[in-house]
């Protein structure tokens, strides 16, 4: 049959959730069966992920899928980037930690001392952020005991099946895939002191990673396979962008602004690298040329030290809408400023920074609220500018997918900052990203059917709504 259902996990910075995806003749639908919270959590030696909590939400979000749709044909699972766990007798090292964690600042210093970043650009293609993999597995203290290390949605796929393999769009984040072959780069580890052994086989999205162990099986309630997809959340996100031309850009907008445009092949000239864009691998071995500019982060961060000044939640719709109601303001502040990276008192950084740029500092939250949109929009609009001025392409439109989608302040500021038109929409890019990857391996497109097939769903189940630039 050309249709069934899919169980999609997908673990964002913020949140995680695990999804029914039902594909068919014009159909494709997701069903929200569990959402959870997820963010950093501080520990004796740094910020940390909760990964336990976050495994037994995964594995009691695919009951409830499996409970809610008996037809469920598989698993896939995608995440953040760049994190990992240690693996050694089976087990996990240590609490994978937090890419937010300053540790990896000693990473970068030992990394560049070997490999100066403009030729590691030329051998990975990536935008230099100082939490890559690599830079982390300078920092890390145990890696000689591991046998291996596996990036998150392959640790949960290993935890729920017992394989160990390496997706090749997470991959690609890691600073240690070749930007051309999509291979592992084991001179550039050895440079390093990576112990190669390390590094799992590489496996392509749309491919089969194993049946679920008989007790996981037995908690989740079918024998089911997990199967990859772009493992990388904004892989999978990319994915389901309903691009409508090669120049249009898009903005997958999360925890972080992903801001680019999808490429058959990578630009690692010194323009790109100084103006800090990235080559990662995309499904189908498409690049995702883009630039990482802080997004939502700013405002979930902000909310949430006003929520513990206050002991109270704040309600962020309400907050927006009444942000949409202030004046814009004058001036905006970076917001990939540095020190706006790690948890902490988020407001008292903006305001800082927003001095330091010679603006002033809004009296009530509304209006706080309104500089943070701004300020993001702006960065937004300046990354568009520069992907286009690299990729020497005229883009025409701006498409915003996930939940940045749902902020109508952000998109409309997004469209007057870059004077183009703004598609806002499909919110769960991401799970649909990964939804369509499944259904495609399953043959429900016909296996070979190619990105803009794919595409060609989301266009015609979801309707984006448009914000025309003023
Ligand atoms: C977005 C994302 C992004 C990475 C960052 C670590 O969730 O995967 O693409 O740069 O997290």
Do not use: K
């Amino acid at each position: 049959a050309a249709s069934g259902a899919v169980a999609a996990v997908d673990l964002g910075a913020t949140s995680g959730r695990v999804m029914i995806g039902r594909v068919g003749p014009g159909l494709l639908a997701l069903e929200p069966v569990a959402r959870f919270a997820n963010g950093p959590v501080e520990r004796g030696d740094g910020w940390h992920w909760d990964f336990d909590a976050l495994f037994g939400h995964v594995v009691t979000g695919l009951a409830d899928a499996v409970a809610a749709e008996p037809g469920v044909a598989g698993i896939g699972i995608d995440s953040w980037a760049v994190d990992y766990g240690l693996l050694r007798d089976g087990a996990l090292l240590a609490e994978p930690f937090h890419y937010r964690d300053e540790r990896t600042a000693e990473g970068v210093a030992s990394v560049h001392a070997r490999v100066p970043f403009a030729d590691l650009y030329q051998r990975n293609g990536l935008q230099h952020l100082p939490f890559n993999t690599l830079y982390q597995f300078a920092a890390e203290a145990r890696l000689d005991e591991a046998e291996t290390a596996l990036l998150i949605p392959d640790l949960v796929a290993h935890l729920l099946t017992g394989e160990r393999i390496a997706e090749r769009t997470n991959a690609s984040t890691t600073g240690l895939l070749d930007v051309r072959t999509g291979e592992w780069d084991l001179p550039l580890a050895e440079r390093l002191g990576i112990p190669a052994h390390i590094l799992p086989p590489l496996v392509d999205p749309g491919t089969r990673v194993g049946a679920l162990t008989p007790a996981v099986a037995r908690r989740i309630g079918a024998p089911l396979e997990v199967v990859t997809v772009g493992s990388h959340d904004t892989a999978s996100a990319v994915v389901a962008v309903p691009l409508s031309s090669p120049n249009a850009a898009y903005i997958s907008c999360g925890t972080w602004g992903l801001v680019g445009l999808e490429l058959d092949a990578p630009i690692v000239t010194d323009a790109a690298r100084e103006a800090n864009f990235t080559n990662e691998l995309g499904v189908d071995g498409r690049v995702r040329f883009l630039h990482n500019v802080t997004g939502l982060w700013l405002i979930s961060e902000t909310v949430r030290a006003w929520e513990q000044e206050d002991g109270a939640p704040v309600n962020l719709p309400d907050l927006l809408a009444a942000a949409a109601r202030t004046d814009a303001p004058a001036v905006v502040f970076d917001a990939n400023d540095p020190s706006l990276s790690a948890p902490g008192d988020m407001p008292g950084r903006i305001a800082a920074v927003l001095r330091a740029a010679g603006g002033a500092v809004p009296e009530g939250r509304a209006a706080f609220a309104r500089v943070i949109v701004e300020s993001i929009a702006a960065a937004f609009a300046d990354a568009v500018r520069t992907a286009g001025y690299l990729a020497d392409r005229e883009v025409d439109s701006i498409h915003i997918v996930g939940g940045g989608a749902l902020n109508e302040l952000l998109c409309q500021a997004t469209a007057d900052r870059s004077g183009l038109p703004v598609l806002a929409g499909p919110v769960e890019a991401t799970a649909l990203g990964n939804v369509l990857v499944q259904a495609r391996a399953h043959g429900w497109f016909g296996t070979d059917a190619p990105l803009e097939t794919l595409r060609a769903a989301v266009a015609a189940a979801f309707r984006p709504r448009r914000h025309t630039p003023r």
